[in-house]
């Protein structure tokens, strides 16, 4: 098969987004990418698309929501502010890790953009790692050049002086107050926590405990 023109800025997109409900394949006659969601209106055609021609059309392997968020609690780890570290520690705990994560960020706008750059080096070393074991045989380099293995961010510790997590430290805090609470207003406490719970907990971003601040 000829080399193929490949259209870059789909591709990362394509690699970028991990969605259960979504499938992207690159077209190896034109470089271009094919798109699939489920529930769209056009989604049956386009998986009859794919499926009638195999040998044309090559599925994209994204990086995992589970490898996207080791990248993310490798980058917190780095960060030397301290209590931006464990601000941050906070926020990708539990689900809803990832809006969280950028949620704070917006207020630090330096490592906002820290945060960018190792992940789109990341993200890039993924793809290239992707064409290189798939042998496609590209016409055109990608934007970016070629990429060596991210080395690794420099670690800080990550726990405060009391050896517990910050998640860790919350959680204790919150059973203690549990505890001195008068049994009648229990319900109310534990309806607000379900509140919080619902709306991805991002109050606790806002919170404070000793060290913190």
Same mark, same amino acid.
């Given at each position: ?10 591709? *990362?997109?394509? &690699? @970028?987004?991990? #969605?259960?409900? +979504?499938?992207? &394949? ?5 470089? /271009? ?6 529930? *769209? ?7 009859? =698309?794919?499926?009638? #021609?195999?040998? !044309?059309?090559?599925?994209?392997? $994204?990086?995992? #929501?589970?490898? +996207? ?5 490798? &980058?917190? %780890?780095?960060?030397? /502010? $301290?209590?931006?570290? @464990? !601000? ?5 705990? %539990? =689900? %809803?890790?990832?809006?969280?994560? =950028? ?24 793809? +290239? ?18 990429? @060596?293995? $991210?080395? @690794?961010?420099?670690?800080? $510790? ?14 204790? +805090? ?5 505890? *001195? ?13 379900? &509140?919080?719970?619902? !709306? %991805?907990?991002?109050?606790?971003? !806002? ?5 913190? /601040?």
């Amino acid at each position: 098969m000829p080399p193929i023109t490949v259209n870059w800025s789909d591709l *990362e997109i394509a &690699f @970028e987004r991990n #969605s259960p409900d +979504q499938e992207s &394949f690159l077209d190896l006659e034109n470089g /271009d990418l094919l798109s699939i969601v489920d529930g *769209e209106p056009d989604a049956a055609a386009r998986r009859a =698309k794919v499926s009638g #021609s195999p040998e !044309r059309y090559l599925r994209v392997d $994204p990086a995992s #929501s589970r490898e +996207q968020y080791r990248w993310m609690e490798r &980058f917190v %780890g780095s960060v030397s /502010d $301290p209590p931006l570290r @464990e !601000r941050l520690l906070i926020a990708i705990d %539990g =689900k %809803g890790a990832f809006r969280r994560f =950028k949620d704070v960020l917006l207020a630090f706008p330096a490592e906002r953009e820290r945060w960018f750059a190792y992940r789109s080096e990341l993200l890039h070393f993924h793809i +290239q790692t992707w064409i290189d074991h798939t042998k496609i045989e590209v016409a055109n380099p990608a934007p970016w050049g070629h990429v @060596e293995q $991210p080395a @690794e961010p420099v670690e800080i $510790p990550r726990t405060l002086a009391s050896g517990e997590a910050p998640g860790e430290i919350l959680r204790r +805090q919150a059973r203690e107050l549990l505890d *001195e609470i008068p049994a009648a207003e229990l319900p109310s406490a534990l309806a607000f926590l379900e &509140f919080l719970r619902d !709306r %991805g907990a991002s109050v606790l971003l !806002r919170s404070s405990t000793p060290g913190l /601040d």
